[in-house]
């Protein structure tokens, strides 16, 4: 091979070096794209799974509290509700967003007692709850299965909007836009049997 030949040769090597590299770079950023986007998909699913199971755990947590918690104690009730999301203040769940303590529902229910014998849960509508925890010990004492007297607590996740005799459920937020994951969480519902209500021995009775 002359030394033309060479030159030719040694300059046309040259001219494809930009364009590999520009091929390089295109296909690394597809590769790129695809990766992160399959990565993070993961991280989202392994979230939504925590997500699922944590809130039974939560909805448990304000369920327990509740049934030992004055029902017309507002700020008691509130702590529950954090505390029951591993807080000590209001907030959100620990990589659990939208979730936050305002979506923990909680509500009471009485013990309805039909002519042949079947009880059912009935929910206490708020006008009929008892003022104090000594009123309820009153109520339940005089009527087990009366309207006013609080025998079960309730817990759920639902959506801050919902009424209160309904319970939206939440929608899941992804982690990022690149996808998203279309699903409600689950309203993960705990109901017990009501507690001390707050009760103290010696503690005065309310109208």
């Known amino acids: ?54 809130l039974l755990e939560v909805s448990r947590r304000a369920a327990i509290a509740a049934a030992n918690t004055d029902v ?17 203040s209001a907030g959100t769940l620990s990589w659990g967003a939208p979730v936050t303590d305002q979506n923990v529902r909680i509500d009471y229910f009485s013990l309805a007692r039909s002519s042949d014998g079947t009880e059912t849960l009935q929910a206490i509508p708020t006008a009929l709850l008892p003022a104090c925890p000594t009123r309820n010990r009153i109520n339940c004492s005089a009527d087990p299965n009366g309207a006013n007297c609080v025998r079960f607590v309730r817990a759920r996740i639902c959506s801050t909007g919902s009424d209160a005799g309904t319970c939206d459920p939440l929608p899941y937020q992804s982690l990022t836009a690149l996808y998203s994951f279309s699903f409600s969480l689950p309203a993960s519902t705990t109901i017990v049997r009501a507690q001390t209500l707050g009760y103290q021995p010696g503690m005065a009775s309310c109208p």
């Not at 700020?75 to 591993?86: I, P, S, Y």
């Open 1 to 54: 091979m002359s030394e033309i030949e060479l030159s030719q040769l040694w300059r046309a090597s040259f001219r494809r070096i930009p364009r590999q590299a520009g091929v390089a770079a295109v296909e690394f950023a597809l590769v790129s794209l695809l990766f992160f986007t399959l990565l993070f998909f993961m991280i989202d699913l392994a979230r939504a799974i925590y997500m699922w199971n944590t």
């Open 72 to 88: 017309a104690d507002e700020a008691g009730k509130n702590l529950a509700r954090q505390n029951a999301l591993f807080r000590t």
